[in-house]
Each structure stands twice: as structure tokens, then as C-alpha cells.
């Protein structure tokens, strides 16, 4: 498995573990994994020139 995939499956089981405990912030995990999968597949990354701007901003 690498290094990528377990960050992605870490993102995810914290949302998985915030659903079946009936804690709160489930939904910002899920919004966090979302967005944290997303910046990997488009390539931003801190210092880079912004080649994506999502239309929210």
C-alpha cells in the first residue's frame, strides 16, 4: 500500500469513527477527506501556482 492510500484511508476513517461513535464533525471529516483527495488529484500543493481555483472562491 502506499504512502498516498494511507493517508486517503486514514482521511476516511476518521469519518467512519466520528459516524459510529454519534460524535460530532463527522460532516467536517467528510468535507475534509473530500477536499484533501481533491488538492492530491489536482495537484495543488502549498507554494504552488494555482493552476485550479474551485468556483466557491
Same mark, same amino acid.
Do not use: I, N
Given at each position: ?6 493517508? !486517503? %484511508?486514514? $482521511? %476516511?476513517?476518521?469519518?467512519?469513527? $466520528? +459516524? +459510529?461513535? #454519534? +460524535? @460530532?464533525?463527522? /460532516? =467536517? $471529516? /467528510?468535507?475534509?477527506? &473530500?477536499?484533501? @483527495? *481533491?488538492?492530491? &488529484?489536482? #495537484? /495543488? !500543493?502549498? #507554494?504552488? =501556482?494555482? *493552476?485550479?481555483? =474551485?468556483? !466557491?472562491?
Amino acid at each position: 500500500m502506499s504512502e498516498v492510500q494511507a493517508l !486517503f %484511508d486514514a $482521511a %476516511d476513517a476518521r469519518v467512519e469513527h $466520528a +459516524r +459510529r461513535h #454519534g +460524535r @460530532k464533525g463527522a /460532516l =467536517p $471529516a /467528510l468535507r475534509d477527506a &473530500a477536499l484533501l @483527495k *481533491t488538492v492530491y &488529484a489536482y #495537484g /495543488l !500543493f502549498p #507554494g504552488a =501556482p494555482p *493552476t485550479y481555483v =474551485p468556483a !466557491f472562491l
